[in-house]
């Protein structure tokens, strides 16, 4: 290939996100002159929007100072991953990428990584970026300070003198201290950090239970007269989904205490496999924790899973916690119900029997039809099961038993969803008008499937070519003849042409048409009327 195609090739990969064919499948094989090149290097990052294109590049490229700047203004900062040390060294487009994006800091090289200014830039974009700051640097309290202000998690890497420095530490946490706290995963103090925290720390209560749904491990490294505070741990429990699992580090005479349990367990329903033995059998706990969660029913003591009236409470709650139930609970009627009802594809856990039920199939899929693959076979023969599911998933048609695929009303049904089933149909629908039309309307290219009849119908092909014009190749010869039917066809695809009657390869009106459409139909016209 020449640069010219390789560059199309690229630009049509972006345009389809590479699903069809990768940077490496094109690159592979480029000619090394090529990969040398600056130019044809900056067309194909330009192209395919990837600075991936920059691993193909050889070295004398790659030394190119504005290459690099052009990827870091125009495309990812990333693309100094494949950066010589060279530009690396390069003040200028560290800061630009800097500017971009803080954790473009770890590309510098070691002796900007030792500049102040570009760190504090860094960090103050992006404050996890101080771990790719020197050592020196993560000991320097204006940068430290820059990286907390920035996000919490930056504590992970600022030198050890900061971390016993609790005027420091309530500065950096106080934004996460309020009612608004940001605790997402990027900005906590996580249990690592915190076990490293001065006793004084380790003892707030206020700065603690802010903490706790950051990083719920922090418990373990409190203080000892906190984790004793009843009225602590069940504050702790109560505030939210990540810090109710404290429990499991709790003492067991807390485990052991109902107010806590109920507590947890309402936070999150999975924490009764936490509390103690005797309260995994107490029914009241287990019911606030189904309610929260039907799937904890995995975790309440064997003897209460045994309980037809726990399992239906579960089920009710979370269909799909009948997984958790004894194949004779699996077998009920009643429970399989209540469990598609809930959640249809739990009908992948009832048992075989339930999945040949009449009701309880018919009940998943009138839910939820792409259900329909847990159901038993028997039911691929079924034409109201069909009918169900047909038009509400791609890929159902053709799973049917061959006799339902050749159901027009199944047919039909599974056309208001895709075309595109033809190579499933028998030859006894492609008569069928209705049948055929409904396809044409969605896809002209459908004609190909058509009988020899219907290519020949004007109205019905006149329908297809104004949807796909190329689908004048599958019309009769006394179509592929009538300047009606080659006219729409090339006006909706000049590329049509290709099949047309020869003598209007040659027709002006027609040939323009088709070049006003697309200038590739040059092609097919023909030469007397170029020669004219």
């Given amino acids: 290939m020449d640069k010219e195609e390789i560059i199309e090739q690229l630009e049509s990969g972006a345009h389809d996100g590479f699903t ?24 194909a990052l330009d192209a395919s929007l990837e600075v991936s294109v920059l691993a193909y590049a050889k ?19 990333h693309g100094l991953t494949y950066a010589p040390q060279k530009i690396r060294e390069d003040e200028e487009i560290i800061r630009l990428a800097i500017n971009k994006n803080g954790y473009a800091l770890k ?13 504090l830039m860094a960090v103050s974009n992006e404050g996890g970026s101080l771990g790719y700051a020197s050592e020196n640097l993560q000991n320097n309290q204006e940068v430290v300070l820059a990286a907390i202000k920035n996000t919490a998690s930056a504590w992970e890497y600022v030198g050890s003198k900061f971390l016993q420095n609790s005027k420091m530490i309530r500065t950096s946490l106080v934004d996460l201290t309020g009612d608004d706290a940001d605790l997402t995963r990027n900005n906590y103090v996580s249990a690592k950090v915190f076990e490293l925290f001065p006793n004084d720390i380790k003892s707030d209560r206020t700065l603690i239970m802010n903490l706790l749904e950051g990083d719920y491990r922090i418990f373990e490294f409190i203080d000892e007269k906190l984790k004793s505070d009843k009225e602590f741990v069940t504050q702790a429990i109560a505030s939210g989904l990540n810090a109710s699992n404290i429990l499991r580090f709790v003492d067991k005479k807390f485990r052991d205490d109902k107010n806590i349990a109920m507590e947890a367990v309402k936070t999150n329903g999975w924490l009764i496999g936490d509390v103690s033995e005797r309260l995994q059998k107490d029914r009241q706990v287990i019911e ?10 995995r975790d309440v003591h064997p003897s209460m899973a045994r309980d037809y009236s726990i399992v239906r409470f579960a089920v009710e709650s979370t269909g799909s916690a009948i997984r958790f139930t004894s194949d004779e609970f699996k077998n009920d009627r009643f429970l399989a119900m209540l469990a598609v009802k809930g959640s249809p594809h739990a009908l992948q856990w009832v048992s075989e029997g339930m999945q040949s039920d ?3 199939v018919f009940a998943a899929i009138y839910c939820d039809a792409h259900a329909y693959s847990y159901a038993d076979d028997i039911f691929l023969k079924d034409k109201n099961f069909a009918l169900a599911i047909v038009g509400k ?36 629908l492609n008569d069928d008008d209705e049948v055929i039309t409904k396809m044409l309307r969605v896809c002209g290219g459908a004609m190909e499937f058509a009988s020899d009849r219907i290519r020949n ?11 796909n014009g190329r689908a004048l190749e599958f019309v009769s010869s006394d179509l592929q003849s009538d300047k009606e039917i080659v006219l729409a066809a090339v006006k909706q695809n000049g590329l049509a ?36």
């Fill in 107 to 119: 590309y510098a090289s070691s002796s900007l990584r030792d500049k102040k200014d570009i760190v």
């Fill in 457 to 467: 119908s004007k109205d019905i092909v006149l329908m297809a070519i104004k949807e």
């Fill in 497 to 532: 042409l290709e099949f047309a009657n020869d003598v209007f390869k040659s027709d002006k009106e027609v040939v323009t048409s088709a070049l006003e459409n697309n200038g590739e139909a040059m092609q097919f016209v023909s030469k007397d009327l170029l020669n004219f």
């Fill in 20 to 43: 069809d064919i990768s940077i490496d499948t094109i690159l592979d094989d480029c000619p090394d002159h090529f990969l040398a090149d600056a130019d044809f290097i900056a067309d």
């Fill in 358 to 360: 009449h009701e309880v």
């Fill in 59 to 77: 070295d004398n490229v790659l030394s190119d100072r504005s290459l690099f700047l052009h990827v870091v203004n125009n495309l990812d900062v």
């Fill in 393 to 428: 998933v791609y890929g159902a048609f053709e799973n049917l038993d061959r006799s339902l695929q050749g159901d027009r009303d199944v047919v039909l049904e599974a056309l208001n969803l895709n075309w595109d089933i033809t190579d499933h149909l028998p030859q006894s």
């Fill in 288 to 297: 606030q924790a189904l309610k929260q969660n039907g799937n904890a029913l």
